[in-house]
């Protein structure tokens, strides 16, 4: 199993954010966490670099416990994550941005690791010298999926990467997240207000309401549940 | 000005030792009645006198220059043109590289040409003063994007460093240096421990406080700092343990005898000023070559963006630290320098009013730009003096020029930014054996 959640309570202050989460993530699955705004979603991504850390429960990568290990110690685990928001670093060169993903990781790896993103994102290596800032929302969307594989993760974390994005960019991020998958054998844990697209390219699925998972299936089953149905999907994402 | 040659290719030897014989044709022509001829007063009576040898040196440069320019230049050039992967966006222009060198050329030959005219001298190593304070505060606050208010205290510890190290232990001025650059990175390091967790407003107000209880000590510890009183008698530099004095104690050299010279008093001013260009200059080189490190570039990414850092794995903490201790030291450098050069400090020079100047220097030539801090320290210092003559309106027309400055560039004067790396796209795509 490559994550896994045990009873996970995480807490901002006084407000109880994450309330006794269970998660599993097996290798080479692409799992998708959907949710409405406030439920947690963000929380329990970032609970897995610490921030919140988990004051109850523990959190499993790769057979080792990680529940207290420092922030700044995870992603050399094999962790990256494409934040809420991009978070690209806006004044500096999209070669610089893909540079900083591989804050730690041995440099005789960049020339091999950059061409795979090159591959995968034309655009990245047309653009390699533009300012971050002004590349447009999807190709920004890009370029920090682009930032988080050049750490080469097991498993790579996407906070809500459709969000803001003109449709035909959706159906992109959508399409590169199974490639991902079934052509890089990446481990994916998509989070995701737009639970129709998610739901269709996700192995399984899991509803946060309220700092809890109140479902769990396979992502036809979640697709198909009449909960789901009602309050994810009719109305009108 | 066809003579100078401005081909697309690259230029032949031959080529460039015309381009520059021709530079230092214009230089002869100018310098003739700018450089060669003076005016000196004998007896009441002004009277021409010829500085040929003075010309010689300032055509030589010139020629010399122009050369090195050129073939650095086209070095450049050259190596552009291999990497097809970079961009036209954002590259440095052409126009900032050539005011950067005609900055540089500029600020070596002031001294050929004023070198009777101690207020020149003495003003433009103000300039330089503020240019190496602006560039040492530029790592704290361009790059890493961390506002510091009180940049002044690192400046004041490494001028008191040296002040005390003469008074107690003898020290000279080049012992003294390195000790006052480590001890001022100390206390960027002691400033940086408790202010890690705050940004912006909340980190400019701790800052701003940190300046003025450094201050507040040096004026009460008296038994430290001799109070308000200040420490003089404070050494000036040698030149290799050469003194610029007029009597040099038995049996040693000075300056003026050692080369055989008649002693003059611009001696010392013109090597305080070639002595804090250098420190300009390595400190400009120091902070360029970091910022193509690792650590320059993690500095950066932290003043875009904090929580994505912490994502990417860096180790927040160090990359601010390391700010903090780098930024002061270079402060405390200046300080040194400082110190050695009025001879006399006292707590009275590291007002809050000196850490304002700075940041506005930082500020106004835009965040990260380091000809940019150069322009702005020009401004900022040759305003003031310029307005002497109106002195009840001196601090109006600062402000209102520093007001003018944000309206017409926003921000600051040069806002550009010099990427930290440049890629082969033959070497990213596979065209590399
Ligand atoms: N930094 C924070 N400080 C305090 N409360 C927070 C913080 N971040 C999120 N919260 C709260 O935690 C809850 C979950 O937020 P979040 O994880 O961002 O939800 P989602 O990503 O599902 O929209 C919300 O009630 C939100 O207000
Ligand atoms: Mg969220």
Redesign the pocket.
Known sequence: MMLHMEGVHAHYGHIHALRGIDVEVQVGEIVTLIGANGAG??TLMMSLFGKPGASRGRIVFDGEDITRVPSHLISRRGIAIVP?GRRIFQRMTVLENLLMGTAFADPANFNADIKRVYAMFPILEERAAQRAGTLSGGEQQMLAIGRALMSRPKLLLL??PSLGLAPIYIKRIFQIIRELNTEHGMTVLL?EQNAHHALRVAHRGYVLQHGEIVLAGTGQELLASPEVRAAYLEGGH | MSAVIIARHARTPAERFKDAAWVAFVALLLGIPMVGLTTVDEGGALTVQTRFGMLAIFVGVSFAGRFIFRWIMDQVRGRRAAKSAVAKADRTPLAIRVIGWAVLGASVALPIMFSENRYVIDTATTVLIYVMLGWGLNVVVGLAGLLDLGYVAFYAVGAYTYALLFSHFGWTFWEALPVAGAMAATFGILLGYPILRLRGDYLAIVTLGFGEIIRVILVNWTELSNGPNGIGSIPRPTLFGLPFERNPAEGTQSFATFFGLDFSGMHRIIFLYYLILVLALLTNVFVSRLRKLPVGRAWEALREDEIACKAMGMNVTNVKLSAFAIGAMLGGFAGVFFAARQGFISPESFTFTESATILAIVVLGGMGSQLGVVLAALVLVLLPELGRNFSEYRMLMFGTAMVLIMVWKPSGLLASREPTIRLNKAAATGGEA
């Open positions: 979603k963000s809420e906070d809500e989070v």
